[in-house]
């Protein structure tokens, strides 16, 4: 059975399937790569020229980052992240830029991210783009019934396992299984694919790095954000997206001639994205780069 999987709702010919929910994610996640692409992500640094040169060929542009394993480095838990000074300072940078619309796309809760990063006139996007500038997340009342019921499930079924913890984000949960040992992982991803079958006409399951992220449908995810922003934008805006894991790869695919990049990139990677970075020490190289030459 095929519950739900990254590029559930996905626009603008998002591949289909993804169905790797349920098994370990291999310490990055993973996503099919876009149909009709198959050429391996590039170096951003190695193809700076072509990317400039894309960059250049505009004059307004819209730059959105996830946040965790892009930004800042994977921790076993989520509040032992730490943003780095350099970050922040090159996210004020960009944001003075009147040209730039700026936005951090991430999984966590809004004010989290805000109250992290800090930055003012940066855009924050919670939970997969559903908490957004001056607009706060609401479901149906039976998603958040199904939610409701789900998470009590998946706590009492799951919660036992070794190295797995659910975190409650009010209109989602997540399973984290990075602490987990493979097997251990695996069989909790089985008995989730289980626990989650009486709701799976309402909530999906975005597979994130070693974290299965529990939604209700009507927040399809980050790509659904990025679209609504980039319709309210200048034709001809030139988009760079940057994001580490499987819920980035829905709007890698939506923006196949855009500049996509995918943090973390190995070799066993499957990925939509046109350039890759090996860490996010990598990202901030490149948004300063970026960053001066969009003055
Ligand atoms: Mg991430």
């Not at 989730?192 to 927040?219: F, M, Q, Y």
Request: proline share 5%; hydrophobic share 40%; net charge positive.
């Amino acid at each position: 059975m095929k519950l739900s999987s990254t590029t559930d709702g996905a626009e603008g010919g998002a591949t289909a399937g993804g169905g790797r929910y349920g098994t370990p994610a291999g310490g990055n996640g993973s996503a099919p790569r876009s149909a009709g692409r198959n050429a391996l992500p590039r170096s951003a640094f190695r193809a700076w020229p072509e990317i400039r040169a894309r960059l250049r060929a505009a004059n307004r542009w819209a730059v959105f980052v996830d946040f965790d394993g892009t930004l800042a480095r994977l921790r076993s838990r989520p509040d032992d992240v730490t943003v780095p000074l350099g970050v922040k300072r090159v996210l004020q940078r960009l944001a003075r830029n009147a040209n730039i619309f700026i936005a951090i796309v991430s999984g966590r809760r809004r004010q989290n991210l805000r109250d992290l990063i800090g930055v003012e006139r940066v855009h924050y996007f919670g939970l997969h783009g559903a908490e957004r500038d001056g607009e706060q997340a609401t479901v149906s009342r039976e998603s958040a019934l199904a939610l409701e019921s789900a998470k009590r499930a998946v706590r009492r079924e799951l919660g036992p396992f070794p190295g797995i913890w659910i975190e409650d984000k009010g209109l989602a949960f997540s399973v984290h299984h990075r602490d987990a040992h493979a097997a251990e992982s695996q069989s909790a991803g089985a008995a989730l694919v289980t626990l989650l079958a009486p709701w799976k006409d309402a909530l999906h399951v975005l597979d994130g790095s070693r974290v299965w992220e529990i939604l209700p449908k009507e927040i399809p995810g980050k790509h659904a954000a990025v679209g609504r922003v980039l319709g309210g934008l200048p034709a001809g805006t030139s988009v760079v997206y940057a994001g580490d894991d499987g819920t980035d790869e829905p709007a890698f695919a939506m923006l196949p001639d855009q500049i996509t990049i995918r943090v973390g990139y190995t070799r066993n990677t499957r990925t939509g994205a046109q350039f890759c970075l090996p860490s996010p020490a990598y990202v901030l190289r490149f948004l300063t780069r970026l960053e001066r030459e969009l003055r």
